[in-house]
């Protein structure tokens, strides 16, 4: 499953994290060590979250948590083999 969400993620360049629980039916929970492995590889990077309106009741902080892809030239996505 780590190597779809690197795929999802390079295919899409910059991704939600909502939109990552929503597309592979798993929780944040489940997401997040993969996240923090890619990012560790530096393959991925979490954006800093915007700023909230003023007065903004409506959105969910955590639903503007956001990856972008920073593959380095060269860099081959993960393989399966050990």
């Known amino acids: 499953m780590l190597r779809d969400v690197q795929t999802y ?3 899409h360049q910059i991704v939600a994290v ?6 592979f ?3 944040i929970h489940t997401l997040q060590p993969m996240l923090n ?4 590889k530096g393959r991925i990077r979490k954006l800093p979250a915007p700023e ?3 007065d903004c009741t409506c959105c969910d902080h ?3 948590v956001c990856y972008e892809w ?3 030239e060269g860099q081959t996505l ?5």
């Open 37 to 40: 492995k890619l990012s560790r």
């Open 52 to 54: 909230k309106c003023a």
């Open 62 to 64: 955590s639903d503007l």
């Open 78 to 82: 993960l393989s399966c083999a050990p």
């Open 25 to 27: 039916h798993v929780s």
């Open 9 to 11: 993620i390079a295919d």
């Open 70 to 72: 920073v593959k380095p």
């Open 18 to 23: 909502s939109d990552l629980t929503l597309h």
